[in-house]
Structure formats: C-alpha cells, structure tokens
Nanobody
C-alpha cells in the first residue's frame, strides 16, 4: 500500500529551526512531484513548496528564503528545512505526492 509518513514536527521558539521528513513507500516516489502543505487552526490548507522528480523547486512567497525543500530518492524521502520560524508558521504540515496521496501530518508550533 502506498503511504506517506511525516515526522520532525515539534515546539520551537520564534527564530528557531526544524527539519520535517516525509518517508514514502511504494514505487511511485521517484517519478512524483512532492509537495508540502500546511493548515493552521481555523484556516484553509495552504501550499508551501514542491520539488519535482528532477529536483526543481518552488516556494510560497510567505516561506521563500526561510524554508528549503529537498529529496533523497535513494531513501524515498523528502525534507522541509524550516529556518527563522515565526508564530504564523504554526500549523499541521502535510506532504503529498502529485496532490493525490497525502500523509497524516506533523504539528509545528512556534511559540515563546
């Protein structure tokens, strides 16, 4: 069964960093464009970043310059490095493959 499993969330102070991981099972990973989304309490899900099968990337304006998406095809894993975190980055972060397969999410809380 195809699955995505996120990890790496937690509580961090403003200005801090976290690295999220998304491990994929199944043979689809290497050909897929992988995305990170997030959903804050009471808000709609928001697209954060994507990385294509050839490692081209793009970011939402709100995170560009602070977040970095990467992939490790040998380990079927993508990462999201979150730097200079702000309280408004607080959300559940989800990875998704081609916008079709979704993980269960990992909570990121930025608070002093």
């Amino acid at each position: 069964q195809v699955q995505l499993v996120e990890s790496g969330g937690g509580l961090v102070r403003p200005g801090g960093s976290l690295r999220l991981s998304c491990a994929a099972s199944g043979g689809f990973f290497r050909l897929s464009t992988m995305h990170w989304y997030r959903q804050a309490p009471g808000k709609q899900r928001e697209w954060v970043a994507f990385i294509t099968s050839t490692s081209s990337t793009n970011y939402a304006a709100s995170v560009r310059g602070r977040f970095t998406i990467s992939r490790d095809n040998a380990n079927n894993t993508i990462y999201l490095q979150l730097n200079n975190l702000k309280p408004e980055d607080t959300a559940v972060y989800y990875c998704a493959a081609d916008g079709v397969i979704w993980g269960q999410g990992t909570q990121v809380t930025v608070s002093s």
